[in-house]
């Protein structure tokens, strides 16, 4: 799904997501939990003011913004909550 994302340049130009814009839906970013690079695209995994957490991608030779993943708060049906002690 693209997306519009603003974003804060840091003293190093490098741009940080801080408020995603989906069509309806406006969510400001509280937290930057990780980032990583591919070759053709820079990914952002997020907590929304919403405490949804979101993944978010660049492509960097088009400068546009797609979402790739999205986690709805307190939403843990794919995490097992068994530790496998004996």
Same mark, same amino acid.
């Given at each position: 799904?693209?997306? !519009?994302?603003?974003?804060?340049?840091?003293?190093?130009?490098?741009?940080?997501?801080?408020?995603?814009?989906?069509?309806?839906?406006?969510?400001?970013?509280?937290?930057?939990?990780?980032?990583?690079?591919?070759?053709?695209?820079?990914?952002?995994?997020?907590?929304?003011?919403?405490?949804?957490?979101?993944?978010?991608?660049?492509?960097?030779?088009?400068?546009?913004?797609?979402?790739?993943?999205?986690?709805?708060?307190?939403?843990? !049906?794919?995490?097992?909550?068994?530790?496998?002690? !004996?």
């Amino acid at each position: 799904m693209q997306i !519009s994302v603003e974003c804060y340049a840091g003293y190093r130009g490098e741009e940080t997501p801080r408020c995603l814009l989906m069509t309806t839906y406006k969510v400001e970013v509280k937290e930057v939990l990780d980032r990583w690079l591919s070759p053709d695209h820079r990914y952002f995994k997020l907590r929304g003011d919403d405490d949804a957490t979101y993944i978010v991608r660049n492509d960097t030779a088009t400068w546009q913004w797609e979402l790739v993943f999205y986690q709805a708060a307190g939403d843990f !049906s794919g995490i097992s909550s068994e530790r496998g002690e !004996s």
